[in-house]
């Protein structure tokens, strides 16, 4: 989540300066070097990040890559940068060549927004003219996320992030194919089905009708996917609503709130209003147990405080909303329970 959150503030900032940067090395100061920094890698440590890395080719000297990180004294990617505007697809050979002269697995093309990572699946030592990696920063998916943080430099792992590449390259490949299909269906999609379907020769009138029967079936199909998991959710929610609401609290006349609840909640309190407002920690007492919630919301239960039945009890919520009781001896346990607390309430706020 850290990382999502800190990528999310660079695209923020990316959107808001883009059209204030007018050159290439702008560009890299500006949303490249960032980028680097929030990887882990210290872009002010010369021998951790290495700007304008000599790749020699052969006769050709003075050949320079932007930036080279290293680690242990190798490097282990290299990044080739450009200004923002520009269509990556026309530079993949000059970082080709580049990758060749050096001894890294990695290579990173970017002009600061479209990211494109690349290694040598198909042939050792040789740049893949595919990256197995691409993404564009301002629009961020989880799933893309959690593969660059393969490339952080506290889970940097050659092997793993290799062993990995070839799965996303395919995948991606793949997912590019049948987006084209579902676009525009090519004759062999086309006759895969109609081959099933139609007991007939396949003339080119036939193959005509297909196309679009092909097209249009596979959509309807999407379609239908994705409306059967949203009614699910739908109804899933609502059960959940319904059976929240079948949960009633105890009446108040028949509720007495007593000063080592209230204690207590004045020590959740001072724990929490470190972090969020005073205003947003409200607590509500049931027969059962003294309930204190975020934002005056059921669905946010903070902690639950069982104190009037012998033993006490602070029961604890996790991600998913799981109650835990952890027992205590006194209301001033409570504040071992600190950093859950403030966990929680930042789950919460994430949500």
């Given amino acids: 989540m850290e990382l999502y959150n800190q990528l999310k503030g660079l695209a923020d900032k990316i959107e808001q300066l883009k059209d204030k940067i007018d050159t290439e090395e702008s560009t890299k100061h500006a949303f490249t070097l960032p980028f680097i920094n929030i990887l882990g890698y210290d872009t002010f440590n010369p021998t951790e990040v290495v700007p304008e890395f000599t790749a020699d080719l052969g006769l050709k000297k003075g050949e320079k890559v932007d ?13 080739e940068c450009k200004h923002w505007k520009q269509n990556l697809n026309v530079f993949n050979s000059q970082l080709f060549r580049y990758f060749h002269v050096t001894k890294t697995r990695f290579a ?12 040598d699946l198909e042939e050792t030592n040789k740049m893949d003219e595919k990256p197995f990696l691409e993404f564009d920063i301002t629009k961020l998916k989880e799933n893309t996320v959690k593969e660059i943080e393969k490339f952080h430099k506290s889970k940097f792992d050659i092997s793993k992030i290799v062993d990995n590449a070839s799965n996303l390259k395919y995948t991606r ?4 194919l049948i987006d084209q ?38 959509n309807q199909t999407i379609s239908e996917k994705v409306n059967d998991r949203l009614n699910s959710a739908l109804s899933t929610e609502q059960e959940k609503q319904l059976a929240e609401d079948k949960i009633e609290e105890q009446p108040k006349s028949k509720v007495d709130t007593t000063e080592e609840e209230m204690e207590g909640f004045q020590i959740v309190l001072a724990i929490l209003r470190r972090k969020i407002e005073k205003g947003r920690i409200v607590h509500r007492d049931t027969q059962s147990y003294f309930g204190i919630l975020l934002d005056d919301n059921n669905r946010k239960p903070i902690c639950r405080l069982h104190l009037n039945a012998g033993t006490k009890y602070i029961s604890l919520f996790d991600e998913s909303k799981n109650e835990t009781k952890h027992k205590i001896e006194s209301v001033d346990d409570i504040y071992r329970f600190e950093k859950q607390l403030l966990a929680t309430i930042e789950n919460y706020d994430n949500e």
Avoid: C, H, W
């Fill in 67 to 79: 930036y080279a990180i290293f680690q242990e004294g190798n490097p282990i990617l290299i990044i």
């Fill in 108 to 119: 990173l093309l970017t002009n600061g927004i479209v990211y494109r990572f690349y290694t």
């Fill in 173 to 176: 490949e793949v997912k590019s």
């Fill in 181 to 218: 299909e579902l676009t525009e269906p090519s004759q062999d999609f086309v006759k895969l089905f109609a081959n099933r379907a139609y007991n007939g020769r396949l003339t080119a009138k036939v193959m005509n009708e297909f196309t679009e029967i092909v097209g249009k079936a596979f």
